[in-house]
T-cell receptor
Framework: QQQVKQSPQSLIVQKGGISIINCAYENTAFDYFPWYQQFPGKGPALLIAIRPDVSEKKEGRFTISFNKSAKQFSLHIMDSQPGDSATYFCAASDTGNQFYFGTGTSLTVIP | GAGVSQSPRYKVAKRGQDVALRCDPISGHVSLFWYQQALGQGPEFLTYFQNEAQLDKSGLPSDRFFAERPEGSVSTLKIQRTQQEDSAVYLC???????????FGDGTRLSIL
């Protein structure tokens, strides 16, 4: 059973546009929600993370929006650049040890 | 080192052979995690250590999989009698403390022929 559901599977955005990736979860015990970026042949790299006591967190061009009541969270990439082309994974954890990852979104930013 | 180091980067083995995958965590990181990532999928949890203690191995797919971290630093994931379905990228991650951000290595791509 997929603990974290991620959509879309793939996304194509024009340079300068906004990329939006969504995730949903069921387990209300989850209290840590990171987003990872992964390039081919590389391990996932932590982008940004949020805890459920805030509804939004922004770091540079990356923003997480969190809706606790809907059990959904999303990643917004503003002013998307070709260098942002990668696979993005959302994840959730309730204890900080076992992370449950989404299935990934392949983002392509067209110049 | 500066990051999590995994070796080998690539491993090809024949079905039935045993393999050993190594992970060198970031110096001082207490927690160490192993994940399996199938092609086109997200990482799936296998097991984790707090220092040398293996606190959760619920994600290990079968008793052919075994992980150890005898001195609380380097860890080895061993797969015995490999099967084709074991082909995947095996990722290691470490964190300074339990509940902290996990930092991943670049993984070992295992191919079973």
């Amino acid at each position: 059973q997929q603990q974290v559901k991620q959509s879309p599977q793939s996304l194509i955005v024009q340079k300068g546009g906004i990329s939006i990736i969504n995730c949903a979860y069921e387990n209300t015990a989850f209290d840590y929600f990171p987003w990872y970026q992964q390039f081919p042949g590389k391990g996932p790299a932590l982008l940004i993370a949020i805890r459920p006591d805030v509804s939004e967190k922004k770091e540079g061009r990356f923003t997480i929006s969190f809706n606790k009541s809907a059990k959904q969270f999303s990643l917004h990439i503003m002013d998307s650049q070709p260098g942002d082309s990668a696979t993005y994974f959302c994840a959730a954890s309730d204890t900080g040890n076992q992370f449950y990852f989404g299935t990934g979104t392949s983002l392509t930013v067209i110049p | 080192g500066a990051g999590v180091s995994q070796s080998p980067r690539y491993k090809v083995a024949k079905r039935g052979q045993d393999v050993a995958l190594r992970c060198d965590p970031i110096s001082g990181h207490v927690s160490l995690f192993w994940y399996q990532q199938a092609l086109g999928q997200g990482p799936e949890f296998l097991t984790y250590f707090q220092n040398e203690a293996q606190l959760d191995k619920s994600g290990l797919p079968s008793d052919r999989f075994f992980a150890e971290r005898p001195e609380g630093s380097v860890s080895t994931l061993k797969i015995q009698r490999t099967q084709q379905e074991d082909s995947a990228v095996y990722l290691c991650a470490s964190s300074l403390a339990l509940g902290g951000p996990q930092h991943f290595g670049d993984g070992t791509r295992l191919s079973i022929l």
